[in-house]
């Protein structure tokens, strides 16, 4: 769920940003792929921190940082950043 959070506030940081640049009357560019997917990732460490430090013990940090990379290595996680990132492309 943090994952798709991630990925959602990503896409409404950068639908602001072009609204905001829409009345301002500047030309919009869209962010790259990389740009965008690197923000995601960043929201998603930070969440992934805030997870992290509510667990005490240390097997259960283990466990979910395990769990957090294999996530962010599948498929559906990918294809998640891909689709924003299309739906976004879209409105520009």
Known sequence: MAISKSV???LRFYGELRKQ???QGE???PPTYETFSTMARGLMEANKQVDLDRLKNLSMRDFFERTW???LLNYSTQKLLREAYESL???H
């Open 27 to 29: 030309a919009v560019k």
């Open 8 to 10: 959602k506030a990503t």
């Open 69 to 71: 990379s294999q996530k």
């Open 21 to 23: 640049a829409v009345a």
């Open 89 to 91: 492309m879209r409105r």
